[in-house]
Every structure is written in structure tokens, then in C-alpha cells.
């Protein structure tokens, strides 16, 4: 993987070295949302835990990710962007004791804040078109753990769902973590109305988002059974992104200093 990586920066500062002639650093503001769909092709595939008479599987839902985007155009055909974004992953887990014929269904959902850095490699399709490809990373702050309880009636059964932030070293408590991006797309320039762009995109993360863990428990005997698991928190997602013209100012343009003799 750092292998790839490496030949993809470099590919893009060659590119970049054969463009030097033609520099037009431009920066501009946009907004980005991005549906995560969970088609289980990028490690959201659904988990699926067994502890003896205990199952449970854990799915991926529709979830979402927006906010604010910044991209500085090196060159007509390469450019940088940062930005900040609000992710929410939401899941399902579906727990049954097998030998009891007993059921619990828990939706829940996690959040973090991504702040990526990627570089893009443009390909003019025609007067105002162009075709883009994405590749970068980002770093992720996980703010919170989740947890639910679902009691079967006023009897006895009790689920419980538990996921917490996943990390190696426990002292850090799994606040940031790192993921790597990448995006293909297509996008329409126009100079009054901004730059319409849509694609796809996939989040992989460097290590694993969270670990999960659900048990059985029957109140009246203390009798506990359960079972845990690991998601990746891997996305994959449509992309939209809008970013705002900038304005030229034709006008007069006041060039003195703040006192004039």
C-alpha cells in the first residue's frame, strides 16, 4: 500500500513538473455531501458474530457525510483540496438466542470529523468538462463510544449492544485515526454559475473504526452470554460538490496607504 502510494505522488508531481509553464494557482470554496451507501464492496459488508446459542450480525446502513471544502488549482489539470467534514456511519444489529427462539434489533450510529488532504489529476473532456481522479488521506476525530439496551417485555431477557473506538494502544483511547481517500468523477466549470461536480468516492481506513461486542442477559439466574467483533468503518459513497465562482472586481481599486501627504 505505501508502495502505491508513493508511485501516485510522484505521478502527480511529474505531471505537475510538465504543467509549470501554464501556473494558475486559484483557490476556491465550495460545499461537499456525499451519501454513504453500503453496497459491501470496500470492507462494509455485514459482520456476522456466533458465541454458542448467541448470533448476531451487524449491518451497514445508508449514512452521510457533508460540509465545507477548499480546493487550490495548481494548473487547469491539478489541484489540492482540504476541507472539513461531519461523517455519520449508521448500522443495525440484529441479535437472536437461538435455543430460546429470542430477538432484539438495535439501530445506532457513529460519528466522526474528517479533515482530508487530497490531490486531483484532471482530464478535459471538452470546452467546460473535465474527468478527474482523487487519491489522499485524512485524519479523523472519533468523539464518542455507543451503547443500547433492549429489554424483551418486563421479563427477565436483556440485549445489550456495546461499540467502542478502536485502538491498539489503550492510553490513547481511539480519538484519531487516519484513513485513505480516493474518487473519480466528472464536473462542469462554468465562470458565472461555479463548478458542479459528481462522482464516487471510497473512505478505507488505516486501521479498524470500531470494536463492537453484543450480549444475552437473563436477570433472574445472572446468566450472561456474548460475543464481539471488529468493523473496518470502510464507506463507500456518491459525491457531490458545488464550489462558489470567484468574483472579480472590476471597480476601482484604492492603492494608497492609510495616511496621504
Known amino acids: 500500500m505505501k508502495t502505491i502510494i508513493t508511485l501516485t505522488f ?18 476556491f470554496f465550495g460545499i461537499n455531501y456525499k451519501p454513504l451507501i453500503p453496497f459491501g464492496i470496500v470492507g462494509d459488508a455485514p459482520l456476522d458474530l456466533q458465541n454458542g446459542n448467541l448470533r ?60 482530508p488532504v487530497n490531490a486531483l489529476v484532471f482530464i478535459q473532456l ?22 443500547d439496551t433492549v429489554n424483551l417485555g418486563t421479563g ?30 466528472f464536473e462542469l466549470r462554468t465562470r458565472k454559475d461555479g463548478t458542479f461536480y459528481m462522482g464516487v468516492a471510497s473512505k478505507i481506513p488505516v486501521s479498524p473504526t470500531l470494536e463492537v461486542g453484543t450480549a444475552y442477559r437473563q436477570s433472574q439466574q445472572g446468566y450472561v452470554l ?3 467483533g471488529i468493523l473496518s468503518g470502510a464507506t463507500f459513497s456518491l459525491d457531490f460538490k458545488y464550489f462558489f465562482h470567484n468574483v472579480e472586481n472590476k471597480g476601482w481599486q484604492y492603492n494608497g496607504g492609510p495616511i496621504e501627504q
Do not use: C, W
Open 10 to 27: 510522484a505521478l502527480f508531481s511529474l505531471i505537475a513538473m510538465g504543467q509549470v509553464s501554464k501556473l494558475k494557482s486559484e483557490s
Open 56 to 115: 448476531s450480525t451487524v449491518s451497514s446502513k445508508l449514512g452521510y457525510s457533508f460540509g465545507a471544502v477548499v480546493r487550490s488549482r495548481v494548473t487547469d489539470l491539478i489541484a489540492l483540496e482540504t476541507g472539513l467534514l461531519y461523517t455519520q456511519r449508521n448500522y443495525q444489529a440484529d441479535i437472536t438466542l437461538s435455543d430460546s427462539n429470542l430477538y432484539a434489533h438495535s439501530e445506532f450510529g457513529i460519528i466522526n470529523f474528517d479533515l
Open 126 to 147: 471538452g470546452r467546460n468538462i473535465y474527468a478527474n481522479a482523487m487519491l489522499g488521506g485524512s485524519l479523523n476525530f472519533n468523539p464518542s463510544d455507543v451503547r
Open 156 to 185: 427477565p431477557h436483556q440485549f445489550i449492544f456495546a461499540g467502542s473506538r478502536y485502538t491498539k494502544a489503550p492510553e490513547k483511547n481511539g480519538y484519531l485515526s487516519f484513513a485513505i481517500n480516493a474518487a473519480v468523477g
Open 226 to 228: 456474548g460475543n464481539q
